[in-house]
């Protein structure tokens, strides 16, 4: 008799990584989304600071603002269907 059962693949094979099984082994979108916001306010905390020159501060903005490209990037194409 077929059996009608799903059978679920993750990306992560649980002989390789035992831990899998209990779903620990997978990184949600949440959580580089929780990152990226923790570098952009770390890069922008550290326009605080003795600088003489202001070339450090454009290069620590341009950075977050990329990060923040990447994130706004990624949330779009998410909603659109091109990423998974």
Known sequence: MVN???ERYSD???TQV???A???SKITYRTWYGLGIFIIVFLLGMLHG???GHVED???IGFAVIV???MV???????????R
């Open 4 to 6: 009608t059962e799903v």
């Open 12 to 14: 992560v094979d649980p």
């Open 18 to 20: 035992p831990s899998a």
């Open 22 to 24: 209990w779903g620990w």
């Open 50 to 52: 003795n600088h003489v």
């Open 58 to 60: 454009w290069f620590l």
């Open 68 to 70: 923040a490209a990447v």
């Open 73 to 83: 990037r990624d949330i779009i194409m998410r909603r659109r269907g091109m990423l």
